[in-house]
């Protein structure tokens, strides 16, 4: 499958973003889907995961009750609706989707290594 990662841009803090990640395929509705960020010099660490039904979602604890992930498997779309953005949120966010090997516990997702498909980055920038 390859994703591509739309949505970034320059924002205040206290605003808005929603990325997107468009799938190609036919089994979209088979992933697991991460939104991850990495900033300069840090390791890639996971922001939000959607099991494959979209009937489970897991955060990290930064990003929990600012964040929504979502996805329309119809249009083979997932969605990282960010709100009550901060400065520190400011990196490279990337989509990834892996197999859902772990059944429907989410956590199990949060490991960059289980994710076999990555889109390219797309940069969010929040100013103070």
């Given amino acids: 499958v390859q994703l591509q990662a739309s949505g970034g841009g320059s924002v205040q803090a206290g605003g808005s ?3 997107s990640c468009a799938a190609s ?4 509705n088979s992933y ?3 939104w991850f960020r990495q900033s300069p010099g840090k390791e890639r660490q996971y922001v939000a995961i959607i099991m494959s039904s979209g009937a489970g979602t897991y955060y990290a ?9 979502s996805r329309d498997n119809a249009k083979n779309t997932v969605y990282l609706q960010m709100n009550s953005l901060k ?3 400011t990196t490279v966010y990337y989509c ?7 059944g429907n516990f989410a956590y199990e997702y949060v490991r960059e290594s289980v994710y076999g498909y990555w889109g ?4 969010v920038t929040v100013s103070s």
């Avoid at 604890?61 to 992930?69: A, K």
């Avoid at 990834?96 to 772990?102: L, N, Q």
């Avoid at 390219?120 to 940069?123: E, H, R, V, Y």
């Fill in 120 to 123: 390219q980055g797309t940069l």
């Fill in 61 to 69: 604890d930064s990003v929990w009750g600012r964040f929504t992930i």
């Fill in 17 to 19: 973003l929603r990325l």
């Fill in 87 to 89: 400065p520190e949120d």
């Fill in 25 to 28: 395929g036919r089994t979209f």
């Fill in 96 to 102: 990834a989707a892996a197999g859902e090997v772990f």
């Fill in 32 to 34: 697991v889907m991460g």
